[in-house]
């Protein structure tokens, strides 16, 4: 079988595939001292034909173990994924089709952004209402490719 | 005294101010069908010399009755508060500085994007972590303009 043990969502172990969007770090104090701007904290790129948008994602909750065979990657933009609740979700990324996929769990307060190009799993909350925002691409062009696996990869709980 | 009673966030009441962004309307089904793609739902603008970010900011709880004196606004800018969180927040625009300002409450469900120019309260959840993903402009000119009330006006419970 093909098993993948997820772990924890940090900066450093996702580095390779996008951001971690969360309140780690520096910060500006706005508001009159009642707010923290942790400001500006996803590299966005929507290419030459595209530009940002916000849609609203409400995706089916997932469980452990999960199952899956496809990944896909958007080769034109950027991808920005913003719980609207304060679940964990899974993520699963990859650096290649050839590659073993990786899988990470955020902590409750953590968003990510996906750099334009990386292959990723679908979308995967652990926990109803699988509510999110999406900043990415808007454009006419083509802007997904899809890998389908011959096996099947089992995230496993963590 | 200078009361304000603040109603339900709609789509209807609120779009001279801007975009509310949840789950309603129209979507496509994406994901083998597992997701709903409510698609490029907020009227993004960044301004000339602008381009979008993606910010975290975390603010502290305000209760009702609340208190304020103080709206602003981004003249080269929208901005969009994307709730991290179920919980409602209070969202205070005004149509112009004479004009008496306006309260909603969110449903647990909805974020929002303030179409550029938009005078607005400060940022102002309702209950701990006042936690929220913002998509705003990012760049070097000046995008802050206050405006102080001479009177203080209250937002009541509703």
Known sequence: MHLIRPEPLTPEAFAPFGDVLDTTGAFRLINEGLCQRHHDRAR?????????GISIFQAQPRALPYRFDLIERHPEGSQAFLPMTEHPFLVIVATSPEATPQAFLTNGAQGIN???????????????????????RIGSTPNLEEHRFTEVWTVLAP
Chains 1, 2 share one sequence.
């Open 114 to 136: 996906l750099y334009r190009g990386t292959w990723h799993g679908v979308l995967t909350p652990l926990h109803a209402p699988g509510l999110f925002s999406v900043v990415d």
């Open 44 to 52: 966005l790129d929507f290419g030459p034909d595209g530009r940002a």
